[in-house]
C-alpha cells in the first residue's frame, strides 16, 4: 500500500465517531486521535514537590489522576497514542534563555531553583524526582514522551513532527494547569491545524477558579471542543477492538 493509500485509508469514514462536546459535537477519526496528558509531574502535583511547598494545594491537582489514567488506558486498549508532556529543565538551565529574557525573569520555577539549589529534586530538573511523571500515570511501553522549555507543549518540541509522523489530527487534551500549560499548548495546537479537545475533569487550574472557567470560554468561542471524560468514555467504547 502507498504512503497516499495509507493516508486515504487513514481518513476512512469508517473510522469516524461522535464525541458530545461543546459548542457543538464533533466527528473524532480515531486511527488519528491521540490523548495529550501535560505535566502531571511530582512538582505539580504530589505532596513534597514544588508547588506543595509553595503553598500550593496539589490536592485539587490529584482529583484529575483517576480521570486521566481512565482516558489513557481505554485510549491504549483502543489502539490511540498517549502522548506524555513533560516541563523540565538540564542542570545548568540550558534551556532557561538568556539573563534578559522573559522567561527567567517571570519563571517561578527557575527562580525557585536559583534561591534554593538545595531543593533541586523537588523542582522540574531533568532527572529528578520532581522532573518524572507521577507513579500512577508512569508511561507505558508504547507511549511517548516529549519535554518542553516553557509554557506550551509545541514551543521548541518536536511534537508537532511526532504528530505529523503518526498521522495524528484530534488531540484530547488533559492535565496541568489549565489555564497555562493547557491553554497554551491548545493554543498553539489550533494554530498548527490540530483538532484540540480540552477534558474538563481531567484538568485543573492554577490560581482561583475563575481562570478555569476562562479558559472553557476560551476554548469553546476559539480554539476547539470542551467535553468531559465520561463522554469520551463513552465514545471509546463505541471502538469494537
Not at 545548568?92 to 519563571?107: A, C, F, K, M, T
Not at 534554593?116 to 522532573?131: H, L
Not at 511526532?162 to 491548545?186: D, M, P, Q, W
Request: charged content about 25%.
Amino acid at each position: 500500500m502507498s504512503k497516499q493509500d495509507n493516508l486515504v485509508e487513514n481518513n476512512s469514514t469508517q473510522d469516524m465517531l461522535s464525541l458530545v462536546a461543546e459548542p457543538q459535537p464533533i466527528e473524532i477519526n480515531i486511527k488519528r486521535t491521540a490523548v495529550i496528558i501535560v505535566d502531571m509531574q511530582n512538582a505539580f502535583v504530589k505532596e513534597g514537590g514544588m508547588f506543595h511547598r509553595w503553598g500550593i494545594d496539589v490536592l485539587a491537582n490529584q482529583k484529575v489522576i483517576e480521570p486521566i489514567k481512565q482516558l489513557s488506558s481505554l485510549a491504549r486498549a483502543k489502539g490511540c497514542k498517549v502522548i506524555y508532556i513533560a516541563h523540565r529543565y538540564s542542570p545548568d538551565l540550558r534551556e532557561g534563555g538568556n539573563p534578559i529574557s522573559v522567561n527567567q525573569i517571570r519563571s517561578v520555577a527557575l527562580k525557585y531553583y536559583r534561591e534554593f539549589p538545595d531543593m533541586k529534586d523537588k523542582t522540574i530538573i531533568r532527572d529528578t524526582w520532581g522532573a518524572a511523571i507521577i507513579d500512577e500515570l508512569k508511561p507505558q511501553e508504547d507511549d511517548i514522551l516529549v519535554e518542553k522549555p516553557r509554557y506550551s507543549a509545541f514551543f521548541s518540541t518536536n511534537l508537532d513532527i511526532i504528530l505529523r509522523t503518526y498521522n495524528l489530527k484530534y488531540l484530547i487534551f488533559t492535565g496541568v494547569a489549565t489555564n497555562t500549560c493547557v491553554e497554551h499548548s491548545i493554543r498553539d495546537a489550533y494554530n498548527l491545524e490540530y483538532l484540540p479537545i480540552l477534558v474538563s475533569d481531567a484538568t485543573m487550574n492554577s490560581g482561583p477558579p475563575f481562570v478555569k472557567e476562562a479558559t472553557f470560554f476560551n476554548i469553546k468561542l476559539n480554539y476547539g471542543w470542551l467535553t468531559s471524560t465520561e463522554k469520551v468514555m463513552d465514545m471509546f467504547k463505541m471502538i469494537a477492538r
